[in-house]
Nanobody, 125 residues
Framework: QVRLVESGGGLVQAGGSLRLSCAASGRQFSSYAMGWFRRPPGKEREFVAAAIDWSGRGMFYADSVKGRFTISKDNAKNTVYLQMNSLKPEDTAVYYC?????????????????WGQGTQVTVSS
């Protein structure tokens, strides 16, 4: 019912910035909570950020990215963004966009109903 397509990944030097986009198709985009996850090489998928504005709970971030990453949601464009500043080699991962409707949580993979196919972010030294 909901299709998510990520874009904006690429290769960047440490200290640089990237902005990821997640274009959504489907009904009632503004009613969904949106999240960003990432899978570093050799590790499991982990929580990065979530936008829960539709429930009035605001924006949430993993401790590892707090102060450097910003999630935003543009309902008019059906698009979610992840602005990534001061990138570190440890941020290298495949980044995934996810969406949920009516869920009780937002930090676990199982909390989300829909997923994009991911976009690669590589941060070099």
């Amino acid at each position: 019912q909901v299709r998510l397509v990520e874009s904006g990944g690429g290769l960047v030097q440490a200290g640089g910035s990237l902005r990821l986009s997640c274009a959504a198709s489907g009904r009632q985009f503004s009613s969904y909570a949106m999240g960003w996850f990432r899978r570093p090489p050799g590790k499991e998928r982990e929580f990065v950020a979530a936008a829960i504005d539709w429930s009035g709970r605001g924006m949430f971030y993993a401790d590892s990215v707090k102060g450097r990453f910003t999630i935003s949601k543009d309902n008019a464009k059906n698009t979610v963004y992840l602005q990534m500043n001061s990138l570190k080699p440890e941020d290298t991962a495949v980044y995934y966009c996810a969406a949920e409707l009516g869920g009780l949580g937002f930090r676990s993979v199982g909390d989300y109903n829909y997923w994009g196919q991911g976009t690669q972010v590589t941060v070099s030294s």
